[in-house]
Structure formats: structure tokens, C-alpha cells
């Protein structure tokens, strides 16, 4: 099993950052795959970005240039940190993990971006 907690999220004006965090536990050797998922109000969960054991980074076209994923893998921390954010990143984020046995979902975190 693998528990997941987000943090950070809030309500900030167009142009703001803010820095989402994901502290993961329990068999983390499973994981293979993290990412930041979105979903807004009346549509489906989307990958915003995600990070595999080889490092490797992907990211929608949407939050290209503004959002960086990374991760600490010491401290079982995942990140994402969203710069210039836009009315249209309004969403719940979720931070989710891909395991060789299933698949894990946090909590959800709200982000708000509003003036």
C-alpha cells in the first residue's frame, strides 16, 4: 500500500505561484510513476505532469513553460511548483502514483486562481 498527502494548495491572484507538495509512504519501492493530476469542476481528472524513475519528465501543453514537477526522493516528496498561474489552472490536484501492483490517488488539494 502507498499513502499519499498533498499540501499547498490555496487561492492566489492571475500571475501568482504557488508550490504544491506530495509526501509518499508506505511501499514506495512499487513506484515506478508520479504525477499531478487536475480537475475541475464538471469535467474529467487530467495528467497535468508526471515523473518516472528514470527521471524522465512529461507535461500537457497547457502548463508547459509555467509548471516544473520534480521530486526528492530522500524525503518521499514529490512536487509541483505553478508559476503564472491563469483562471483556467483552477482545479482540485491530486497527486497520484503508479505502482507495479495498482495505482494510488491522494486526497486532492484546491487551487483557486482568481482576481
Known amino acids: 500500500q502507498v499513502q499519499l498527502e498533498e499540501s499547498g494548495g490555496g487561492s492566489v491572484q492571475p500571475g501568482g505561484s504557488l508550490r504544491l507538495s506530495c509526501a509518499f509512504s508506505?511501499?514506495?519501492?512499487?513506484?515506478?510513476?508520479l504525477g499531478w493530476y487536475r480537475q475541475a469542476p464538471g469535467e474529467e481528472r487530467l495528467l497535468v505532469a508526471d515523473i518516472n524513475n528514470s527521471d524522465h519528465i512529461s507535461y500537457t501543453d497547457s502548463v508547459k513553460g509555467r509548471f516544473t514537477i520534480s521530486r526528492d526522493n530522500a524525503k518521499n516528496m514529490v512536487y509541483l511548483q505553478m508559476n503564472n498561474l491563469k483562471p483556467e489552472d483552477t482545479a482540485v490536484y491530486y497527486c497520484h502514483a503508479d505502482s507495479i501492483h495498482t495505482q494510488y490517488w491522494g486526497q486532492g488539494t484546491q487551487v483557486t486562481v482568481s482576481s
Open positions: 508506505g511501499t514506495t519501492f512499487s513506484i515506478y510513476r
